[in-house]
C-alpha cells in the first residue's frame, strides 16, 4: 500500500506571515491582521484564519508605508531569514518607499558634569543679577 504525499498548497494567513518572518510569533501576525491593516488581492482581511496560497498578493501598511508581496511558495516550517526569501516577492514600487530624513538638531552638551567652577559660577552670578 503506497500513500501519496500531497504538498500543502493553502496555509493560515497569520501562520505565512510568522513562517516568512515578518513578526516575531504568530499572536502578534493575528494582532495585526485583525487591526484591518492587510490586504489579500485587493480585499481587506479580519480572519487570520483565512488561507492563502500560490499566487495571491499581500498588501500591509506598516508605519504609514505600504509593503506588498507576493506569495511564490508554501513553506512547512519557520527557518532562517535566507530561506523565508523563497517564499515571498517583494514588489512593492520604489517610488511608495518613503526615504525619511533624519534630522539632527543642532544641540550643544556640556562636556563635563558636577559642580561648575569659579569662573562659571561667577558667570551665573553676573546672568542672574547677583553681583
Known amino acids: 500500500m503506497t500513500f501519496k504525499i500531497s504538498e500543502k498548497k493553502t496555509i493560515r ?3 505565512y506571515l510568522y513562517y516568512i518572518r515578518m513578526f516575531k510569533s ?6 495585526f491582521i485583525l487591526s484591518n491593516r492587510l490586504r489579500v488581492s485587493g480585499q481587506v482581511l479580519k480572519k487570520p484564519y483565512k488561507l492563502i496560497s500560490i499566487g495571491d498578493v499581500l498588501m500591509m501598511t506598516i508605519n ?10 508554501i513553506p512547512n516550517r519557520r527557518g ?21 530624513e533624519i534630522i539632527i538638531p543642532n ?3 556640556f562636556e563635563r558634569v558636577g559642580r561648575p ?6 558667570q551665573i552670578d553676573r546672568l542672574m543679577g547677583r553681583d
Not at 504568530?26 to 494582532?31: D, H, N, Q
Open 13 to 15: 494567513l497569520d501562520l
Open 26 to 31: 504568530r499572536s502578534l501576525a493575528t494582532k
Open 64 to 73: 504609514d508605508n505600504i509593503k506588498i508581496f507576493k506569495v511564490l511558495d
Open 80 to 100: 532562517p531569514y535566507s530561506e523565508s526569501l523563497d517564499f515571498y516577492q517583494d514588489i512593492t514600487p520604489i517610488e511608495n518607499v518613503q526615504k525619511k
Open 107 to 109: 544641540l550643544k552638551f
Open 117 to 122: 567652577t569659579k569662573k562659571e559660577r561667577r
